[in-house]
């Protein structure tokens, strides 16, 4: 067990809607990231955070936002939603002293109509 | 810009047989390779990473520079091996920000 979880697991918006994301990371990981994963493709990597700081981001537009918390909990946001957002939002926890094992949350199915 | 390719959509062999699970990448630097393996309802965990250079389940995986490749090998695939690999690349100086090919589906057959 990874001690990773997200919520909430399912999730229906309408588009234009806004939505919140939440992963809670393993115990002393220092390092979150998301990642979006549409049917059949590979996750796609939107930020990284470390220590609460943004350091590192993907092709993603301004609407896709994040904030990582001193207790290990982290948000990914995403405005004004579009059809496309639809997938699934994965979210991965690690310690960066430990190097690039990372560990995976079960993913929030966002489906837009 | 990085990229990882995994040719094979779906790889179908019976019980026993060898596997090979190809990836191609395409990176200007040094590049540090992992393979990473979702079962039927379990999340996205990593296997291995080419600097560890070890065997996970008896599966291994080499870095070919000259080829650009990093295929993942098992010579006797057993059915609990059935499962979902991504080839994933991140760069070298410890971001390991990963970008992750589109995915293989492993099925071993009885």
């Known amino acids: 067990e990874t001690g990773v979880t997200q919520s909430p697991t399912h999730l229906i918006k309408t588009r234009g809607q806004q939505v919140t994301l939440r992963c809670s990371s393993q115990s002393g990981h220092n390092t979150v990231s998301w990642y979006q994963q549409a049917l059949g493709q590979g996750p796609q990597f939107i930020f990284q955070y470390y220590r609460e700081e943004e350091n590192g981001r993907g092709n993603f537009p301004p609407r896709f936002s994040g904030l990582q918390f001193p207790n290990y909990s982290s948000e990914l946001n995403v405005n004004a939603l579009e059809l496309d957002d639809s997938a699934l939002y994965l979210c991965a926890s690690r310690n960066d002293r430990f190097g690039a094992e990372a560990f995976f949350g079960q993913g929030t199915r966002l489906t837009v109509v | 810009a990085q990229r990882v390719t995994q040719p094979e959509k779906l790889l179908s062999v019976f019980k026993g047989a060898p596997v090979e699970l190809k990836c191609n990448y395409s990176y200007s630097g040094s590049p540090e390779l992992f393979w990473y393996v979702q079962y039927s309802r379990q999340r996205l965990q990593l296997l291995l990473r080419?600097?560890s250079r070890e065997s996970i389940k008896g599966f291994t995986a080499d870095l070919n520079k000259g080829e650009t490749s990093f295929h993942l090998k098992k010579p006797f695939a057993q059915e609990e091996d059935s499962a979902m690999y991504y080839c994933a690349l991140s760069g070298s100086g410890g971001s390991y920000i990963p970008t992750f090919g589109r995915g293989t589906s492993l099925i071993v057959h009885p």
């Open positions: 080419h600097i």
